[in-house]
């Protein structure tokens, strides 16, 4: 990668898109390192993809996705985030909430009233990110919502 003026974070100079075709496959490894056992195959973001394209968007340097986010909507104006996720050498930086202040400036856009999410309840960094974007957990924990050892809670932010 070129030198970067020291006026100017590195973090900055990363570039948001939408996700082609061409990036499922490092937009699936990079699920897999991060989700582990609730990663997404292959198969699963590929059909996203097609059905979600618009709010499926990367974040990425002169060579490669540092993070993306997903976002499925529904007929009625409901989106729930499917997946955020970024490099683990770059967390911490502001780049999860990037892609989640476009990703709802896009889905303001385009009508939609209610976004939802699931988190783990282990996921402090997480779960301070979505409260500082306004989302409130709704209910309390969802013991097993992705069946064993998938307890969660249930995030929710009007738009």
Known sequence: MA???????????????????SDLDTVTLLDQAIFVRDAYSYTVLRQF???????????EDEQDIQGY???GTAMDRRSWVLGLGVVRERRGRGLGRRLMLEVLSCLRTDGV???????????????????SL???VEGGL????????GDRLIMVRRL
Do not use: C, Q, W
């Open 3 to 21: 030198a970067v003026p020291e006026s100017v974070p590195e973090d900055r100079l990363l570039r948001m898109r939408n996700v082609r075709e």
């Open 49 to 59: 993809y097609d059905l979600y394209a618009k709010h499926f968007l990367v974040l």
């Open 69 to 71: 986010v997903l976002v």
């Open 113 to 131: 009233e209610e976004v939802r999410l699931s988190v783990a309840p282990s996921n402090a960094p997480a779960i301070d990110l979505y409260k």
């Open 134 to 136: 306004d989302f409130t």
């Open 142 to 149: 969802r013991k097993e919502y992705f069946g064993p050892g």
